[in-house]
């Protein structure tokens, strides 16, 4: 599903974001990217809906070679690979409907279609009764939710979220990532670049550490950090997202 082969990042300015950078990610994972501000984490994610290009190596997502990919042929990549921002980076003058609807316009979806599956949406979202609201009118975890509304309404097989998290309090993450699992127990391969230690810990996913540019750890049922304590889950797995989607502590 995805795979980056030696995948080198240098910008302009000569700092180097990524190092040699060898990753596979099977379908219908759910995987945490994690490290501090700098390590090359959202830089990563960048290179896998082509907002970047590495200066060395590859990069393939959904079987497709990103890297060899001419200009007409990114915007097909990039409606199976729905994007989820920390900012939201929702259309201001346009209600959360049109916000939603947005994606589907601009690849020409009849009217009927964009009507079924904007509806969808907003319903797995939980934001149905917000549709004529302006971003403006709502919280920002409500914001949120009608940004990863807007990234899976083209059901694509793959979600990226870039610190999804990052300006909500703890109670709206919980609620956040409760969403993005519900999501992914539909089959869609879901990556996370978070610095959210809590909500890392608790699903205990696999967590991708990065640190310099470079992969320094890649871990099955992973923590935020190598040596987190462990977090008390009497029925395995399954507790932990039942803890989630209660919002239990």
């Not at 700092?15 to 990610?25: E, G, T």
């Amino acid at each position: 599903m995805i795979q980056t082969i030696n995948a080198s990042l240098s910008y302009n300015n000569g700092v180097q974001a990524l190092r040699n950078v060898s990753v596979r990610i099977g379908k219908g994972e759910f995987v945490f990217i994690v490290g501090a501000t700098g390590s090359g984490k959202s830089s990563f994610v960048k290179l896998l809906n082509r907002e970047e290009v590495p200066t060395s190596g590859q990069v393939l997502v959904d079987g497709k070679d990103v890297v060899r990919m001419r200009p007409w042929q990114v915007p097909r990549l990039r409606r199976s690979v729905g994007v989820v921002f920390q900012d939201f980076r929702l259309l201001p003058q346009r209600t959360v409907w049109e916000n939603i609807a947005f994606a589907l316009h601009v690849i020409g979806a009849p009217g009927r279609e964009v009507r079924r599956r904007t509806s969808a949406a907003l319903e797995v979202v939980n934001l149905a009764a917000k549709a004529d609201a302006y971003p403006h009118e709502i919280s920002g975890g409500e914001q949120q939710r009608a940004s990863i509304a807007r990234a899976i309404v083209n059901n694509p097989p793959i979600l990226l979220a870039d610190e999804p998290t990052g300006n909500l309090d703890p109670d709206t993450s919980w609620e956040i990532v409760s969403v993005l699992e519900r999501i992914h127990q539909k089959g869609t391969t879901v990556l996370v670049a978070s610095h959210d230690k809590t909500i890392v810990d608790r699903l205990q996913k696999r967590v991708i550490e990065f640190d310099h540019g470079k992969v320094v750890r890649d871990e099955q049922e992973g923590r935020y950090g190598a040596e987190a304590e462990p977090v008390w889950a009497p029925s395995g797995r399954d507790w932990h997202l039942r803890t989630l989607l209660k919002g239990d502590t």
